[in-house]
């Protein structure tokens, strides 16, 4: 067991007595190349430097590693342009994995909502027809013209066909598509 006078000098005086067994050792490995524990530590600190360097060239910015790599001293990588065919490839395996994990009635419906042609025309009627301003002018404009126009028919004994709220909403969204065409035109910024 040790004692406490063992350890007189402190913990400056422990590292002291390590860096100079290190020393030593380095000193003696050096000295006799033919040793198996030089390769060892050649191959090891070879590793080890080859570590440090990916880890240097990871933090590299993307224009330090381009310099780097015209300069031969960064590690050689070929940079592959991403493709159609990549992204579409990527898009159909990564749809693959997250439908596989959905039950059966939302996987179905996954499966018809993303057919290309369907996700193609669903983007175009949201992007222009059912723009959320138009859709909501209309909506407020055939509740408030509905309610006025069955107040008046109430009060004058007149009947109701049902194609006030239809109407009213055609109205009411042509005022908010005519407000985002307006908006956009003068702001330049298209929201969504």
Avoid: C
């Amino acid at each position: 067991m040790n004692s406490p006078e063992q350890f007189k000098g402190g913990a400056e005086r422990g590292l002291e007595s390590i860096s100079d067994v290190a020393a030593e050792r380095s000193k003696e490995l050096l000295s006799n190349p033919t040793s198996p524990e030089h390769d060892k530590g050649e191959a090891s600190a070879s590793v080890e430097r080859k570590k440090i360097e990916v880890l240097f060239s990871q933090e590299q910015s993307p224009s330090e590693r381009k310099h780097a790599q015209l300069d031969g001293s960064g590690p050689s990588r070929q940079v592959k342009d991403v493709t159609k065919r990549d992204r579409e490839a990527s898009y159909k395996k990564t749809m693959t994995h997250i439908q596989s994990e959905m039950p059966a009635a939302s996987r179905t419906f996954s499966k018809v909502i993303h057919i290309p042609v369907v996700e193609k025309t669903s983007d175009t009627i949201g992007s222009t027809l059912a723009r959320p301003n138009a859709l909501l002018t209309g909506s407020f404009m055939a509740f408030i013209l509905v309610a006025a126009v069955y107040f008046l028919a109430k009060t004058f004994g007149y009947r109701l066909s049902g194609f006030e709220t239809i109407a009213a909403f055609i109205a009411g969204w042509i005022i908010g598509i005519a407000y985002d065409y307006i908006r956009i035109m003068v702001t330049g910024k298209r929201t969504l």
